[in-house]
């Protein structure tokens, strides 16, 4: 996932907005930041509380399918005790994986980032049930999952059971996507759990001591110490940083006969690394990259791996270079997991990256099912679709022309059902509605300020463009899980009192909820050397050492609980004094 950061209160919040101000010091910064600990953006405003259900009533059955970041955001906001919860995953702990760069060089240790599932959710021991084994099929149709232990065996001889549900939060994550290139799978290293952390480390360590045996020649110790990263985004940026600095402070102490063999080499297809940030992080990072003698190699394609080269394709040249290389770690896109891609089979949504979800995160065609997280896309209906529908809706009158008083009457209810409206108005400098209408509406219109069918089309024609696609990180993922849970919390209250807006594709009333929302509150791209790369709301950039000192505060403050805070500070503090483990453990 990427390496985005989030805020859970307001004393964050105005943590970001003290830094740079005369007179605020670091250590005030770091401590705010410290003391707002949590997993998940909370709120401004505590969300009502519904009704007690009553003791007769049968708990409806909720499946979670997912320990990471959305299952995990929304197990720890759900309010177990209204329902009957289970909890599938085949891993028994929750792992910060924005830091999983910094364990594969030693910086920080596998089990300081790991929170064990059944200790977060130990308050709610009675109302959760927690099973380690992994869903291999969704039957939505029946109302069932499919799922298999390796931990255990029925009497079948086998782990295989099947769990039924009433509501299923599908938070499965994704996989690595090799795009069958061929070898990746057999020759790459990738950087997705904590296990291909562990691995990296023990590898990086293997290549300095075969290059530090004494019948191996030159050529082949070159070959070994040549590390590759395939893909520039953030996590290749930043493990090719973390690697940089795990050699230049701690491994040419210990291998000074071969330090000058060592050469990092990153290849992006694209024309830039970290194309997702601004420009000038961007140019940042190459800059600095350069002078710490990482090599960038742009605008290549990787188009074959084998055990002792990597055949890449120049988009511009079009001739194919080979590169030998000792250890390669792929970090070039995410992928479909087979049981998603076998659910959408089943529901018709083929040729996808990941479930479709509504703007209130239930997958489309399934009753009961939502999606979150890397699995999940949201797809935000358009407004032209629906032009019509809302334009008969603001119409009170019947009179077949729209005020712009019955526009404004709706235009609070339209704007958070197509939040690309308000979007479209800001990213043209609109202060109101009238702005949007004025050059759409005709000369016999310009006098009134009405609008009919067509100037209404004209007005909003251009507005879906700025329907864009959540960015597949941690933050979104979080941001999911605490939405998702605040509606299951509310559920019974909203069906009596809904608080969304107004129906506007046929039916009458109000949505039960408000259509969740994506809030960017930033991400951070360290660069090694002690600097890193912030990119913050409103078009703040900030790059260099105070940022990395901002870069520690928020990653101390967001892990899970107090002692995996503990353990991630302690391993910087120890790494500052004592300097990096060099051992293949």
Known sequence: MGFSFFFTSRAAARFLDGIGRPGVSTAALLLTAASGGGLVAYADSAAESAPEPSQDAPKKKVLVLGTGWAGTSFLKNLDCSRY???????RNYFAFTPLLPSVTCGTVEPRSIIEPIRRMFEKKSKDVTFCEAECFKIDASKKIVHCRSAVGTNLDGNGDFTLDYDYLVVALGATVNTFNTPGVLEHCHFLKEVEDAQKIRMSVIDCFEKASLPNISEEEKRKALHFVVIGGGPTGVEFAAELHDFLVEDLVKLYPAIQELVKITIIQSGDHILNMFDKRIAAFAEQKFQRDGIEVATGFRVV?????????????????????????????GIGTRPVIMDFMQQIGQTNRRALATNEWLRVRECEGVYAIGDCATVSQRKIMDDISMVFKMADKDNSGTLTLKEINDVLEDICIRYPQVDLYMKSMHMLDIADLIKGAIGDSHKESMVADIEEFKKALSHVDSQVKSAPATAQVAAQQGYYLAECFNKMEKCKEHPEGPLRMTGESGRHFFRPFRYKHLGQFAPLGGEQAAAELPGDWVSMGHSTQWLWYSVYASKQVSWRTRMLVVSDWTRRFIFGRDSSRI
């Open 84 to 90: 009957e919860v289970k909890v599938i995953s085949p």
């Open 304 to 332: 074959r791996v084998s055990d002792d080269s990597i055949s890449m394709k120049s988009k511009s040249v079009g001739g194919e270079v080979s590169v030998p290389y000792g250890m390669a770690v792929w970090s070039a």
